[in-house]
């Protein structure tokens, strides 16, 4: 046991550092990144054979360029580390990068005052209940990110997934939920024409 070299294992300790790295950044720089490890596969990738090489993908995300290569930075200085003490190598390859996009900041305006207004029996004692529509940032590639990358402005309106689970062949809706949705977009639709007439 003492003179295997396990990239596996080596791989593990990465897995759960990244984890450790993120939290400790966000607590110091009070930000909401996330860092996931989403795919780990080994090679030979039999049950009786040691792991000699061991390949898995990080997936970084926050609205902070500067946040994003510090976690990237960790993360390497990390993985060589742990390399170097379970006596393997690692290599770095990059896959995609998308450098963060803020939308427009009245069209986000406009989808949450149509949010508000399509919401059933809004509590009474709220005065600025648009303003408590949460903005959430989108980490995946949208075409939208695109669009706004091009300088025409640009938001989106997400609609609840049964479970938080998208992007997948269960991937569902409440029937309400959808009829609230194409309420809003509506609303977002003409309110946006009419933002555009006054330009």
């Known amino acids: 046991m003492l003179d295997r070299r396990d990239a596996l294992a080596a791989a593990a300790r990465f897995v759960l550092e990244v984890r450790d790295i993120t939290?400790?950044?966000?607590?110091?720089?009070?930000?909401?990144a996330v860092a996931t490890v989403g795919s780990l596969k080994t090679h030979?990738?039999?049950?009786?054979?040691i792991a000699g090489r061991a390949e898995c993908t990080l997936d970084l995300?926050?609205?902070?360029?500067?946040?994003?290569?510090?976690?990237?930075?960790?993360?390497?200085?990390?993985?060589?580390?742990?390399a170097e003490q379970e006596r393997c190598s690692a290599d770095w390859s990059r896959i995609l990068s998308i450098d963060p996009l803020p939308f427009h900041p009245h069209l986000i305006a406009l989808t949450r005052d149509s949010i508000a207004e399509t919401l059933p029996q809004p509590p009474a004692e709220s005065t600025q209940w648009a303003n408590e529509i949460p903005a959430v940032p989108s980490g995946p590639l949208?075409?939208?990110?695109?669009?706004?990358?091009?300088?025409?402005?640009?938001?989106m309106m997400f609609v609840q997934s049964l479970h938080g689970i998208s992007h997948?062949?269960?991937e569902d809706t409440a029937e309400p939920h959808l009829r609230l949705a194409v309420e809003a977009f509506d609303r977002l639709a003409t309110k946006t024409l009419n933002w555009l007439g006054e330009q």
Request: zero cysteines.
């Open 44 to 49: 030979p990738g039999i049950p009786t054979a």
């Open 23 to 32: 939290n400790r950044i966000n607590a110091q720089h009070h930000t909401d």
């Open 168 to 170: 997948n062949k269960i």
């Open 142 to 155: 949208h075409d939208a990110a695109e669009v706004a990358r091009t300088g025409i402005p640009t938001t």
């Open 61 to 82: 995300r926050d609205l902070s360029p500067e946040v994003l290569a510090t976690l990237y930075q960790e993360a390497q200085a990390a993985s060589h580390r742990i």
